[in-house]
Structure formats: structure tokens, C-alpha cells
T-cell receptor, first 114, second 113 residues
Framework: QQQVKQSPQSLIVQKGGISIINCAYE??????FPWYQQFPGKGPALLIA?????SEKKEGRFTISFNKSAKQFSLHIMDSQPGDSATYFC?????????????FGTGTQLKVEL | DAGVTQSPTHLIKTRGQHVTLRCSPI?????VSWYQQVLGQGPQFIFQ???????GRGNFPDRFSARQFPNYSSELNVNALLLGDSALYLC????????????FGPGTRLTVT
């Protein structure tokens, strides 16, 4: 059962444009929603994260918007640059049993063109 | 400061063999998690360990096992390898088991032929 659905699968944006990636979750017990950036041949790198008591979080050019009632959250990349070309994963987690496992979306391959 | 380190970088094994993957967490981090990432998909949770105890297990067969050592490093073992075990195996460390932020290593690329 896929608990975190991510769209689109791929995205092409012009340099300077806004990249938007969306995720939806099913389990209302999730209490932490991170975004990871992964370059080919590398491990995922934590980009930005949000908790459900906040509707928006901004760090530099990256913003997470969170809609608790709709069970959706999105990543906005402002002023997209060619160096942002990578695969982006949303994830969600619950702190259970003293542990914490991340449930990932299927990923969005972003290409920023000049 | 050094990030999460994993060894080996790449590995080629034959079906039926056994493999051991190793991970060293970020200095000061006490929890290690293992994930499997099949090409074109998001990582899938396998195990989490904290203070040498298993704190979570994903939906993987008993062929997969792991342990954590007193220095917080960890090993992932996979027995009786199948072609479907070919994947990038990622290790993530976090300061404590109950802390959300997890930081990933570069992974070990396992190819089973």
C-alpha cells in the first residue's frame, strides 16, 4: 500500500521559473514531512522538512506548503537553476515504538533548462 | 565533519550468495536505519537500530538481518541473494531513535547476477 503519492513523475522548468512538486498522504498519524534531493549516484540529501502544526516553511529558495485538512503538501523551488536538476522525494514519518521510519514517495525527476 | 559512510561502494554477487554491507553514522549519532532503493523508486525502509536494539523493521523477508555495534556502526546482511535484491542500499543516521531528521550516506550499489 502506497501511503505517500507524489506527482508529477517528471518536470521540466525553465531557468528562473518555479518548480512545484506535490505529495498526498493517507495516514493521519504522520507527524513529520521532509523533502529529499538526490543526484545520480548519490544518497538522498535532506532539503527541508515541516511538521503538521505549520502551514508553510521557507528556507532560501525552497518552500514547503502544508494542507493538513487535504492531507497534501508540496515543494516549491523558486528561481529554479540548472544545478537544481535532480530527483526529489517527499517522505513522511511517525515516531512509533521509539523508532522512526520514513515512507517515501516515488520521486520526481526535475530538469531545469537554460 | 564526516557524513555517513558506507562500504563497499559497489558489489557484484551471484544468486544464492550472502552479502554484508557496512555503515558508520555521523559522529554523535546513535541511531542507524537501512533502506533499499530499487532503480526508479523511492527508498524502502528495512531496519532501524538504536543502542544496538532493533527499533523498527520493514516488510522484508527474514533473509535480511542487521545489527549495530557499540560504536554505533551497523551491518546489513542479506542471505540467499535473489536477482530482485539488486538495488542501492542506503544507510541513514539520526541523533536518537526518536528524532525525525535522518541523514543518508552515499549507498552501496548491489548487483546480483
Amino acid at each position: 500500500q502506497q501511503q505517500v503519492k507524489q506527482s508529477p513523475q517528471s518536470l521540466i522548468v525553465q531557468k528562473g521559473g518555479i518548480s512545484i512538486i506535490n505529495c498526498a498522504y493517507e495516514n493521519t498519524a504522520f507527524d513529520y514531512f521532509p523533502w529529499y534531493q538526490q543526484f545520480p549516484g548519490k544518497g538522498p540529501a535532506l532539503l527541508i522538512a515541516i511538521r503538521p502544526d505549520v502551514s508553510e516553511k521557507k528556507e532560501g529558495r525552497f518552500t514547503i506548503s502544508f494542507n493538513k485538512s487535504a492531507k497534501q503538501f508540496s515543494l516549491h523551488i523558486m528561481d529554479s537553476q540548472p544545478g537544481d536538476s535532480a530527483t526529489y522525494f517527499c517522505a513522511a514519518s511517525i515516531l512509533t515504538g521509539g523508532g522512526n521510519k520514513l515512507t517515501f514517495g516515488t520521486g520526481t525527476q526535475l530538469k531545469v533548462e537554460l | 565533519d564526516a557524513g555517513v559512510t558506507q562500504s563497499p561502494t559497489h558489489l557484484i554477487k551471484t544468486r544464492g550468495q550472502h552479502v554484508t554491507l557496512r555503515c558508520s553514522p555521523i559522529s554523535g549519532h546513535k541511531s542507524v536505519s537501512w533502506y533499499q532503493q530499487v532503480l526508479g523508486q523511492g527508498p524502502q525502509f528495512i531496519f532501524q537500530y538504536y543502542e544496538k536494539e532493533e527499533r523498527g523493521r520493514g516488510n522484508f523477508p527474514d533473509r535480511f538481518s542487521a545489527r549495530q555495534f557499540p560504536n554505533y556502526s551497523s551491518e546489513l546482511n542479506v542471505n540467499a541473494l535473489l536477482l530482485g535484491d539488486s538495488a542501492l542500499y542506503l544507510c541513514a543516521s539520526s541523533r536518537l531513535a526518536g528524532v525525525n531528521e535522518q541523514y543518508f550516506g552515499p549507498g552501496t550499489r548491489l548487483t546480483v547476477t
